[in-house]
């Protein structure tokens, strides 16, 4: 390869990765766009939409009137968990992996569990009210969390559920979003080509070049080694005697 076609292909290439950089900056950016679901974000409905029920965390009458009520009612706003179904009994079909279940089952509400961060933020006087236990994630692995002390203080409410507030979404930001995303990683793969270095095509045929090039070495000495036997140059040796198939290998 001549010095003017290396440059050539460097120049490609340098053009090549700063493209593929300007497009994974502009999906980021769209990205934030996207999947932004603030409170900026949230508009008014003209009119309410009716959608289910809701079930949700109260305190208890007697609780609220004991010395400890005001205290109690302060960790709700932490441990609030609320749930919302099409069904008043809140039962459901579907079990966790989305398998569809013979009969309907009741759906599990607890208190919400508090993070190590979230517990360090609370009122020192709020945090004797949890204890420290380890849970298992849904994707595996164990994770430290802190557990409310008295879920019994709270009682369940079930009310009709309405929409009041709905999410913008920009169509002409999601269509933009869909078209860079090709680009990057589908049609084009110029993720995998200049940011990466490589491409699932490239890593594709390098295995196979290396599996090509090893069963060529394989074949050869297999060749060379039954050539000197047929010619007498090797000759057995007794740790190369095989006792399951009785006879040598």
């Not at 569809?100 to 089952?105: A, D, I, R, S, V």
């Not at 140059?233 to 006792?243: F, G, I, M, Q, V």
């Amino acid at each position: 390869m001549s010095t003017e076609s290396r440059l050539s292909r460097s120049q490609f290439y340098f053009r090549k990765e700063k493209e593929a950089r300007r497009l994974l900056e502009r999906l980021n950016q769209l990205a934030k766009l996207r999947y932004s679901w603030r409170k900026e974000n949230l508009i008014p409905l003209e009119k309410p939409i009716r959608r289910g029920w809701i079930r949700y965390y109260v305190v208890r009458p007697d609780v609220l009137k004991s010395s400890r009520g005001k205290t109690i009612a302060k960790l709700l706003n932490y441990v609030q968990n609320p749930c919302v179904c099409a069904d008043k009994n809140f039962t459901t079909t579907r079990g966790e992996n989305g398998r569809k279940l013979k009969q309907p089952t009741p759906i599990q509400q607890n208190v919400r569990d508090l993070y190590q961060h979230e517990w360090e933020r609370l009122p020192e006087e709020l945090q004797s009210y949890f204890s420290m236990v380890e849970k298992t994630r849904r994707w595996g692995g164990p994770i430290k969390v802190f557990q409310f002390k008295y879920p019994w203080m709270y009682d369940t409410l079930v009310k009709p559920h309405y929409v009041t507030h709905a999410y913008v979404l920009h169509n002409e930001v999601i269509s933009e979003y869909e078209y860079v995303w090709d680009k990057l990683y589908n049609s084009d793969m110029m993720a995998y080509k200049y940011l990466t270095g490589r491409s699932y095509r490239d890593d594709w045929d390098r295995n196979e070049s290396k599996k090509r090039k090893l069963n060529s070495i394989i074949e050869k000495e297999t060749r060379e080694e039954v050539n000197d036997f047929n010619r007498g140059r090797r000759k057995w040796r007794d740790d190369e005697w095989s006792e399951e198939l009785g006879t040598y290998w």
